[in-house]
């Protein structure tokens, strides 16, 4: 798949902004776009021709960018396409239920056309992997335990599980459940979890596994949109094998977890 034949959604109030992100979108090659100053109309018309990516601006009139990605997740025709925030917002009750809905980037107003390159690319990656059945027999045979409390992430990160080949995908609400499922005998090649979590959270988790658990060494990749360095730096401590920023970039972290998978074999 190339960017040419992306179909995108731009929703963005303000006509110069949108200009910008339309031109931006054609230089790199994008063509198919379709643009909206609000969310309604644009809702309608994804459920009539379902695009391929939705780039949002979050303060809308109407409805908002994250009451829009709230709404598309819970449909659905729309519930996996990808959606980019573009935004000036950086207070973390606005950007947290973005992260957590899924998305594939948020980016900076103003964005460089090097953020937007990267995110598109990132975009039609996942795409490109998830259309394409992968029959990889390198991986599967390999089962990985997927911890996080948001239904909307989980779904995201299994979807890229299942472009990579995943042979086994288990699933855990939280800490405590992974737990169960780890003490119950199953056995895991891979645990991908999120941090934030009730009960007993991605940190716990892993000190409990690296402490006292019957795989000790199994590769831990931990998902966060955690900003605070020093708790960044306990989760570190605790001894995950990577950490990955929510929003992720999906090369970033499909290349995290074939090089934890290759190295648990060397």
């Known amino acids: 798949m190339q960017l040419s034949n992306l179909y995108v959604i ?5 006509n110069v902004q949108r200009h910008i992100i339309l031109a931006q979108l054609q230089q790199i090659g994008v063509t198919q776009i379709e643009e909206f100053s609000s969310a309604e109309p644009a809702l309608e018309r994804m459920l009539s021709i379902t695009p391929d990516l939705v780039l949002s601006a979050m303060h809308l009139p109407g409805i ?11 449909l659905p025709a729309l519930e996996m396409v990808t959606f980019i925030l573009i935004s000036s917002e950086t207070h973390y009750r606005y950007l947290e239920p973005i992260r957590q809905a899924g998305a594939i980037a948020i980016l900076p107003k103003p964005f460089t056309a090097d953020d937007l390159a990267t995110a598109m690319r990132s975009t039609l990656e996942y795409i490109s992997d ?15 335990l997927l911890v996080d409390d948001s239904a909307m992430a989980c779904r995201y990160v299994q979807q890229m599980l299942d472009g990579l080949g995943i042979g086994t995908i288990s ?4 800490g405590a459940e992974a737990l169960s499922l780890l003490q119950s005998g199953n056995g895991f090649d891979l645990i991908i979890t999120d941090y934030n979590m009730p009960n007993i959270d991605g940190k716990e988790l892993t000190e409990h ?18 900003q605070n360095q020093s708790r960044l730096a306990a989760i570190q401590s605790a001894g995950v094998s990577a950490i990955c920023n929510k ?12 090089q934890l998978i290759n190295e648990r074999d060397i």
């Open 10 to 14: 731009v929703i963005e109030p303000s």
């Open 64 to 74: 908002s960018g994250t009451e829009l990605v709230n709404q598309m997740r819970v």
């Open 130 to 144: 998830v259309e394409t059945e992968t029959d990889n027999e390198e991986y599967d045979h390999l089962r990985v």
């Open 171 to 174: 699933t855990a609400n939280d």
């Open 209 to 226: 596994i690296r402490q006292h658990g019957d795989q000790p060494t199994i590769p831990i990749l931990m998902l966060t949109s955690e």
């Open 247 to 258: 929003p992720f970039s999906y090369g970033t972290v499909k290349l995290l977890i074939e």
